[in-house]
C-alpha cells in the first residue's frame, strides 16, 4: 500500500461526458503529480501541483484539466470525453523531489 | 530528445536465469535522481529504488542489485534467479530540475517475462 488513494478504480463511460477522478496523496506529502497511461504504452506526465499550486504541465490537454485543494487531495477532470481517452490514469505524491509514490490508478473506459 | 531510454522492449528469461535490464539517461545536471518501478498485471507502479547522482555505490536488495555508472549514463538492474513473480513491466525514470521543479521522466518501459 502506498498511502495514495485514488478514486474511482473503474469508469465506463461515453463519448462527450465528463468525469472527474480524485487523489489523496500520502500524509505529508505536498506535491501531487497525474499521468496518463494508455494501453501498452508508458507513463505521459499531465501535471503537477505543490501545495495547491500548479507547478508544471506536459502533455495535458486543453479538455482537460486539474486542481490541489487546501487539504491538499487532487481532482482531475476529463471532458468531452474521446475514445482515445480511455487509459489507466495515475495519481502519484511525493515529498520535494523525493521518490514518486503511485496510487493503484483508475482506470477510464470510454464508449 | 528522450532523456531516458530503455531500448529492451520486452525479455523473456526461464525460470532461475538472472537477467538486466538496461536504462541509459540524459541530463545536463549535476544533481539528479534515478528511480525504477515495477509494473505487476495488476497494473499497480511499485517503487523499488531511488539513486542519487553523488551516490554511485552498486546497492543490493535480495535478488535484485543496481549498477549506477556516471561515465556512462546508465543505471541498469539486474534479478538475479528470475522467478515467475518477477514478470512485470519495468520503468527506469530521471528526476531533474526545470523551471523551479522538478520533473520525472520515465522510459519506455521493459516487459519481462519469466517462465516456469
Known amino acids: 500500500d502506498s498511502g495514495v488513494t485514488q478514486t474511482p478504480k473503474h469508469l465506463i463511460t461515453a463519448t462527450g461526458q465528463r468525469v472527474t477522478l480524485r487523489c489523496s496523496p500520502r500524509s505529508g506529502d505536498l506535491s501531487v503529480y497525474w499521468y496518463q497511461q494508455s494501453l501498452d504504452q508508458g507513463l505521459q506526465f499531465l501535471i503537477h501541483y505543490y501545495n495547491g499550486e500548479e507547478r508544471a504541465k506536459g502533455n495535458i490537454l486543453e479538455r482537460f484539466s486539474a486542481q490541489q485543494f487546501p487539504d491538499l487531495h487532487s481532482e482531475l477532470n476529463l471532458s468531452s470525453l474521446e475514445l482515445g481517452d480511455s487509459a489507466l490514469y495515475f495519481c502519484?505524491?511525493?515529498?520535494?523531489?523525493?521518490?514518486?509514490?503511485f496510487g493503484e490508478g483508475s482506470r477510464l473506459t470510454v464508449l | 530528445a528522450q532523456k531516458v531510454t530503455q531500448a529492451q522492449t520486452e525479455i523473456s528469461v526461464v525460470e532461475k536465469e538472472d537477467v538486466t535490464l538496461d536504462c541509459v539517461y540524459e541530463t545536463r545536471d549535476t544533481t539528479y535522481y534515478l528511480f525504477w518501478y515495477k509494473q505487476p498485471p495488476s497494473g499497480e507502479l511499485v517503487f523499488l529504488i531511488r539513486r542519487n547522482s553523488f551516490d554511485e555505490q552498486n546497492e543490493i536488495s535480495g535478488r535484485y542489485s543496481w549498477n549506477f555508472q556516471k561515465s556512462t549514463s546508465s543505471f541498469n538492474f539486474t534479478i538475479t534467479a528470475s522467478q515467475v513473480v518477477d514478470s512485470a513491466v519495468y520503468f527506469c525514470a530521471l528526476s531533474e530540475a526545470s523551471r523551479g521543479t522538478y520533473k520525472y521522466i520515465f522510459g519506455t518501459g521493459t516487459r519481462l517475462k519469466v517462465l516456469a
Open positions: 502519484a505524491s511525493s515529498v520535494w523531489r523525493g521518490e514518486l509514490f
